[in-house]
């Protein structure tokens, strides 16, 4: 039996894809084996979005050449569509795709097998669809409903290598989280490059909340979570219409970047302090208690003092429970690769490390505001009789209790720690 091992890097869409190729290769009877042992193919879906990233990517296929130097080595994702080449010449790669049409890679790596080379697939103009699901311990599977961004930052490099918008159609991804719960998940995590622009592409233009509504209704006993949004998709009417469905996980990712107007505008973001503000009022009004998290970038060119402390001051206002902070990277192909006024790194440093230490207070904060209360926790691993798992705000939630893998149980929190909850359960 033929052993394939896989390795994914960056975001929820890549776990999503890989898990959807693992289901695809299994199916053809290949064994999926852990990455650090002997594997006839190596499949490594990349990341792009720094170029730490991109290096990180290279560094695993040297990785797999060491570890096997006659397996075949597939890369797919946008590093592999970034710098394709240098990855078959420097790193040792045998098959390159890119960030679309992924379902085509076990073809691709059948013909390899059989002769040695491939050809490049014709591109596709729908949304690739790959079934969802297919892990052994079935706690959470991500459900792809989305590729490609049109927006422009001008810090990202997605648009120029993920810029066809398509969307999965509204029907199949309702069945889709229909069978998902038949299975046995107990979580769907709704993921996609931008999942605010979900529909646009669509003959009949379903939105993001009809799509949501859809999903919650179709598997009631399954905890849904959301991906990544920008703050123009949160209206009144999208957080009241949502707060209706108890399955539907309290943990909102509404994207920030910067808490100051001035910087906003120069990134090229949508959105400014008020209106950003004014989603995360909408979400606590509806969802009480509900956890916002968000990603940061510190130190972009141009970000003077005085506008990072602006950032700060936005920050103490929206009291996130989770903050993702990044120097900010220079990624070349971006508009803000060539501006003037970057920042050192020293520069950067110092201010992601004042970022993290203001947004690791308010994360303390925001768990100790649960001591005493009660949440709802899928249970994932177990280790010397503690059992660990995620509440619906995607809090980790420590028990002493054996054997609840895959369980949802109602825990009341007795203590918080830096970076987690302590609770009994009910
Ligand atoms: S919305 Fe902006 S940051 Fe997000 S993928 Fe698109 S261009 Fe990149």
């Not at 079934?131 to 001008?154: E, H, I, S, W, Y």
Request: aromatic share 8%; hydrophobic share 35%; with cysteine.
């Amino acid at each position: 039996m033929m052993k394939a091992a896989f390795y994914t890097l960056g975001c929820k869409t890549n776990q999503f894809e890989t898990q959807a190729l693992e289901r695809l290769l299994s199916a053809r009877g290949y064994a999926v084996v852990p990455f650090e042992q002997k594997a006839d193919v190596y499949i490594i879906n990349t990341c792009s979005v720094t170029a730490i990233a991109d290096k990180k990517s290279r560094n695993v296929i040297r990785r797999a050449r060491q570890l096997a130097p006659d397996s075949i080595i597939a890369v797919c994702g946008c590093s592999a569509e970034h710098t394709g080449e240098q990855m078959m010449r420097d790193c040792g790669a045998d098959i390159i795709l890119g960030t679309e049409e992924k379902s085509r890679l076990p073809d691709m790596i059948e013909q390899y097998v059989k002769k040695r080379s491939y050809t490049i697939p014709e591109p596709i103009e729908f949304f690739d669809y790959m079934p969802a699901g297919g892990l052994v311990g079935r706690t959470r599977a991500l459900l792809k409903v989305q590729d490609g961004c049109r927006n422009f930052c001008a810090y990202c490099i997605i648009p120029y290598l993920r810029n066809k918008l398509l969307s999965l159609d509204l029907d199949i991804a309702v069945s889709e989280a229909a069978r998902l719960e038949k299975e046995g998940y107990r979580e769907i995590v709704i993921t996609g490059i931008e999942i605010s622009s979900y529909g646009v592409d669509l003959p009949e233009k379903p939105s993001l909340l009809q799509l949501l509504e859809g999903i919650c209704n179709a598997a009631p006993n399954t905890r849904i979570r959301l991906g990544s949004l920008e703050p123009r998709t949160v209206t009144e009417e999208w957080a009241k219409r949502l707060s209706r469905y108890k399955n539907l996980c309290p943990h909102f990712h509404l994207s920030l970047q910067s808490g100051c107007d001035k910087t906003l505008k120069d990134m090229g973001r949508r959105y400014n302090t008020a209106r950003y503000m004014e989603a995360a009022e909408y979400l606590r009004k509806y969802f009480p208690d509900c956890a916002i998290t968000t990603d940061l970038i510190v130190g972009f060119p141009g970000e003077t003092e005085e506008d990072f402390a602006q950032t700060l001051e936005f920050l103490e206002k929206l009291r996130p429970a989770q903050v993702h902070i990044f120097p900010y990277s220079r990624r070349e192909g971006t508009k803000a690769y060539s501006r003037p006024n970057q920042l050192t790194r020293a520069e950067k440093e110092d201010r992601a490390a004042r970022a993290a230490q203001l947004c690791s207070a308010l994360r303390k904060e925001y768990l100790d505001s649960f001591v005493g209360k009660e949440l709802t926790v899928l249970f994932e691993q177990e280790k010397n009789g503690i059992s660990e798992g995620y509440s619906m705000e995607y809090l980790p939630v420590a028990v002493k209790a054996r054997e609840i893998h895959n369980c949802v149980c109602k825990v009341l929190i007795t203590s918080a720690q830096k970076d987690k909850l302590s609770g009994e359960i009910k």
